[in-house]
């Protein structure tokens, strides 16, 4: 039990055009999704938090007007990159929360975005 | 704000040996949470151990332990009997307790360590 999904796994896309990515808790209720990025041979950088039918909290630093995030549901949250360019090139993780606890987190597998 | 610090970029360990990860944190909180979380070659995180700030006995799972002491502020992890499979970057990871159950729970990730285990 206790699975997150992402899709697309890997993503290229033109400088310029907008991609989105799913996030997907399959068998539970997510009160609460998270989105990281990930530089290669770096740590997970927080870029928001979601809550369902409430819009998304933003880090510090993180473009929200580029990084669209939508929770929808209790068992989907899509991050929207828009205009992307070279520099969005990354790896994408979401993590959802079940429950009200500080420990029902858990991660989906990633998705590589490359922009040409 | 929180900090996670893991001075160790790179470790190796033979095969079936014992390997401690060292991690500190920086915080003005009493009520957290501490978490080790691995990611092998696949990028899957997945959770190895967590600790509970109030709890003072040192939280185990299998062959992983942990070694916390609140007021150094140091969460290492101790792998014992090492195994191929435990080759991943290590992640130490802060989550503060929220006020309300209805809280973010956000974490706080250390740059990691390149665990390596060697046949």
């Known amino acids: 039990g206790a699975v997150v999904s992402q899709h697309p796994s890997r993503v290229i896309c033109k400088s310029g055009t907008s991609v989105k990515i799913e996030c997907r808790s399959l068998d539970f209720q997510a009160t609460t999704m998270f989105w990281y990025r990930q530089f290669p041979k770096q740590s997970l950088m927080l870029m928001a938090t979601s809550n369902e039918g409430s819009k998304a909290t933003y880090e510090q630093g993180v473009e929200k007007d580029k990084f669209l995030i939508n929770h929808a549901s209790l068992t989907l949250s899509t991050l929207t990159v828009t205009s992307a360019h070279p520099e969005d090139s990354s790896f994408y993780i979401c993590?959802?929360?079940?429950?009200?606890?500080?420990?029902?987190?858990?991660f989906g597998p990633g998705t590589r975005l490359t922009v040409t | 704000a929180q900090t996670v610090t893991q001075s160790q970029p790179e470790m190796s360990v033979q095969e079936a040996e014992t390997v401690t990860l060292s991690c500190t944190y920086d915080?003005?909180?009493?009520?957290?949470?501490l978490f080790w979380y691995k990611q092998p070659p696949s990028r899957q995180m997945i959770l190895v151990i967590r600790q509970e700030a109030y709890k003072q006995q040192n939280a185990t799972e299998n062959r992983f332990s942990v070694n916390f002491q609140k007021a150094a502020k140091s969460f290492s992890l101790k792998i014992s009997d090492s195994q191929l499979g435990d080759t991943a970057m290590y992640f130490c990871a802060f989550m503060k307790q929220e006020d309300s159950g209805a809280g973010s729970y956000q974490l706080t990730f250390g740059k990691g360590t390149k665990l390596s285990v060697i046949p």
């Open positions: 915080t003005s909180e009493n009520n957290y949470y």
């Open positions: 993590s959802a929360r079940m429950g009200q606890g500080p420990y029902e987190q858990y």
